[in-house]
Nanobody, 126 residues
């Protein structure tokens, strides 16, 4: 019954930063594996970052590693994605998702992530 709603997207110049937020309601996300995904027009959806529930262990795909940080604030029941040094290829619709029945480290299976937000648009200009 958890509901996810992304925010924080927008237009930014290359090299700029954005902090995406995913507000959850209905269930604490501290008990779930959480992930950020993105999809650009005409491209497949791809995983971006992942955070485990109990351990807080994180994973990043190579394209964003070193530039992005996934985190959560359990008190606010909110997931975040801090993105720095944004590039035009980062432009996409960004989604947060919850794997309510667990997930595998470093994997971004669409079948594992069973609850999704509506997405927030990120545009990067150069």
């Amino acid at each position: 019954q958890v509901h996810l709603e992304e925010s924080g997207g927008g237009s930014v110049q290359a090299g700029g930063s954005l902090r995406l937020a995913c507000a959850a309601s209905g269930h604490p996300i501290s008990g779930y594996c959480m992930g950020w995904f993105r999809q650009a027009p005409g491209k497949e959806r791809e995983g971006v970052a992942q955070i485990y529930s109990t351990t807080g262990r994180t994973h990043y795909v190579d394209s964003v590693k070193g530039r992005s940080t996934i985190s959560r604030d359990n008190a606010m029941n909110t997931l975040f994605l801090q993105m720095n040094t944004l590039r035009p290829e980062d432009a996409a619709m960004y989604y947060c998702a919850a794997a309510t029945r667990g997930c595998l480290y470093g994997q971004y299976s669409g079948t594992d992530y069973d609850v999704w937000g509506q997405g927030t648009q990120v545009t990067v200009s150069s």
